[in-house]
C-alpha cells in the first residue's frame, strides 16, 4: 500500500473526521442490510473512500457490491470510477 503525504494539523481533523465517518457507515450499513437504505449509505462510503484516496478499500468495497448485487444501479454509476481506481491501486486484473 502506498504511503499517504504528510498532513498539516488542518488536513489531520479531517482525516480523522473522515475516518469515523467511515466506521459511522460501515455501521449503518450493516444496520439496513437488505434494505435500499443500504445502497444509499454504500454510496455515501464510497465517496468517503474515494476522498480519503482509500483506493484498495474502495474497489473492495465496490466489488463486493458487484458480485453480491450486480443489478445495483451503483454498480452501472460506479463503474468508470472503478476502472480509475482500480489503475491507481494497480488492480484492474479485478475488473476483467
Known amino acids: ?13 479531517a482525516t480523522f ?10 455501521s449503518r450499513i450493516e444496520e439496513f442490510k ?6 444509499v449509505l454504500l454510496e455515501e462510503l464510497l465517496l468517503v473512500l474515494h476522498r480519503q484516496r ?11 457490491v458487484l458480485y453480491k448485487h450486480p443489478t445495483q444501479s451503483l454498480v452501472r454509476s ?12 494497480d488492480r484492474e486484473f479485478e475488473l476483467v
Open 1 to 13: 500500500m502506498k504511503a499517504k503525504a504528510r498532513q498539516n494539523p488542518a488536513e489531520a481533523r
Open 54 to 64: 482509500e483506493y484498495d478499500r474502495w474497489l473492495d468495497t465496490y466489488l463486493s
Open 78 to 89: 460506479g463503474a468508470e470510477r472503478a476502472l480509475e481506481v482500480a489503475k491507481v491501486a
Open 17 to 26: 473526521n473522515l475516518d469515523d465517518s467511515i466506521k459511522e457507515l460501515e
Open 34 to 39: 437488505r434494505t435500499d437504505q443500504e445502497f
